[in-house]
């Protein structure tokens, strides 16, 4: 069966840096769209990054442009999000997902992806 795990969260100061990492398995992940999306606590799910399968079209929300940046690697089966300059709204749990055909990066509705990971906690102190 298909599996997404997530690996790299944890407590960092505001301005500091994390990278999480999806280890996909069960699928064949270059053909997937991965994103990652997250969501804090009392607030929706909200999509955060997309890339296409062959890591050379992104798309990224608004509020982390410029300071996160997705990336793949097709032959370990792994999507990363290198996230830099973390502010305390950056606070969320963060999920991996899997979108097969017809998904493209520009859908930020979580509904477009079939994958999902079981998310890691990202906390940002001020």
């Known amino acids: 069966q298909v599996q997404l795990v997530e690996s790299g969260g944890g407590l960092v100061q505001a301005g500091g840096s994390l990278r999480l990492s999806c280890a996909a398995s069960?699928?064949?992940?270059?053909?997937?769209?991965m994103g990652w999306f997250r969501q804090a606590p009392g607030k929706e799910r909200e999509f955060v990054a997309a890339?296409?399968?062959?890591?050379?079209?992104?798309d990224y929300a608004d509020s982390v442009k410029g300071r996160f940046t997705i990336s793949r690697d097709n032959a370990k089966n792994t999507q990363y999000l290198q996230m830099n300059s973390l502010k305390s709204e950056d606070t969320a749990v963060y999920y991996c997902?899997?979108?097969?055909?017809?998904?493209?990066?520009?859908?930020?509705?979580?509904?477009?992806?079939?994958?999902w990971g079981q998310g890691t906690q990202v906390t940002v102190s001020s």
């Open positions: 890339i296409n399968w062959s890591g050379g079209s992104t």
């Open positions: 069960g699928l064949t992940f270059s053909s997937y769209v």
């Open positions: 997902a899997a979108g097969g055909p017809p998904t493209t990066i520009n859908d930020s509705d979580y509904d477009a992806y079939d994958y």
